[in-house]
């Protein structure tokens, strides 16, 4: 977040920011997302919450006259998009569920940022038809963080799956997206953009990428961001880049296949530890490492998609989020909220290309 | 590697197997290649090279008289190809060079299996020129392992990386080719198939997976292999499937983000564990486990990316391979000599989705 950006938003200067949490699609059920919910506000106390989904299920959920139960707005939903719901399905019988109410409270004004748990194909769907795309965006993408060398401890990915395809003009977007998105989410002044690609070389890789590549490389100085090129699948965990462009369906692989590794891996150290006793001794005398380790990797406090280029700011958290991960959306949509990111965005991507204006509010 | 099959081919029965090694390219140099070699004829005394590059550093490189000295021919080249050279360019140029000339040992019937260091794109061009596409085969792959928790404790991956595109035939027949390969280096009877997709459910991903879906699924029952359907990016390290197909562009960029992903790990590990000196003495307790953990995920022990689709088996070590990884190479290219496998993959290729003939010498 730049300086001079961040006295200007309606959320600032230490109001309440309301965010909007569709309860009711989480695997782990209602009660996990509200012990999330918990735990963020005993952490932030400007938070308030407008909770959708089915409303005597929420009341139970929440205890009387406890603090979050004082921040919190019930709404009462009449139905819940299902987590295997096509999202073509969603779009005819989606209207008045727990994730098209919430998606509404963005398009009323009520709330700043909406937080589901739900199926992501079914709530981008929703996304685009209650809250639109932004102008100048043909593809909105999902971007996510990837836990990396760099200064801020992550990278930032995208797409990561809101659709299969992705010509230069979309990749272009992601670009300005992904950028923005770091300036405000990660607060790095001027990230480093990349190309995922098959190898570092010009010649490398398919022709929409090398169109892209000159794109993205012309939008760069005016668009504070530096193109650093093409980069290739073993540096997504390196310190050379910030935001990794490419499109939803090798994003979407790419982010399941890391994810994956570090899970074989998590699970043949657990039983490394476990083969012997000396190595549970081992174990023991290294727990506070290993701990740190494993909160370093761990997939929970990365929760959280954010999906770009909408008329508002949608975060889709993981399905199978516990209350540790539905709070780390929660701190996400609320730094996103505070900052002014929705509107930041929209201005950066209607300035496309083009010349930098004077640097005005929504400049980052 | 099927019973019936096994004692058929001309190198099965004891005899000596030959490979040729182009032992210029590697990034440590020809010393490192030679000490793998060593390596490997300490274990298997039916191997013998023929090794490939400038005589006088390679006959520097083997100590006179030594069992490695006594089991080698040193074969003399002009030229090298360069890492960063451009495919096209080795094309015009690569004649006479080691590469070249290792893979016209296949050629000439003098050797079973070719290893190269080199870079990739200009050991696929020339192997290519040289060795010719085998009949049926569009687009030639590159296989790869992956460490995972099936029985065999790897899976394969194709294409990673021979060609960025892939249409639904190609695909067809990167899942014969990957299953001939799965009987013949891992020993599994009846691979099971994926495609490697953005999720498991029928409509997701683009046109050409769907329908390459369908050839692959009514090839499986005549190619002795089971099409299980999609896997998605974090099953790769699972133990659904044997052989993942996807594009080369998908599948190396799938392979870096994992490779990458396992050694950010390995390196957060080893900076846990030096942490305090409590940790330090964990990591000595725990020593045993830790070196099994580590031997387990070794990328050096996977060594070894194969070209399919050609009229003879290449193998491409990793350029910054040590002995280990080398070594680990010649294995490979022992075991596929030995039973046969070019033919086999020949006759598979050949055989297509047809249905299958009576059981021969080579089919597996």
Redesign the interface.
Known sequence: MTAEASGTMPAAGGGDVVLSIDAMSGERGVAEVVRGMGKSLAKNHRLRYILHGDAETLAKAIRKASPLAARTEIRHAASVIAM?E?PSRALRTGQGSSMWNALETIKSGESRVVISCGNTGALMALAMLVLRKAPGVNRPAIAVLW???NRAGYNILLDA?AD??ADAEDLLKFAVMGASYARNALELRRPRVGL?N?GV?E?K??PELHEAAGLIAAAGPHGDFDYIGYV???????DRVDVIV?D???G??????????????R???R???A??P??R??????????G??SK??DPRRVNGGVFLGLNGTVIKSHGSADATGVSAAIKLAFTLAENGFAEKLAARVAQGAGPSPARGALQS
Chains 1, 2 share one sequence.
């Open positions: 295997d096509k836990p990396s060398m799956g299969v395809r995922l098959v070389e010649h890789g398919r290739e699948g073993g540096e997504m965990a390196g490419t939803g369906f090798t979407n692989i790419a982010l399941k296949t890391g994810e994956g590794t570090a899970s074989l891996i699970g043949l150290l039983e490394a530890f083969y012997s000396l190595s001794i081992g174990a023991l005398f290294a727990y506070t490492s290993l740190r380790l370093r990797i």
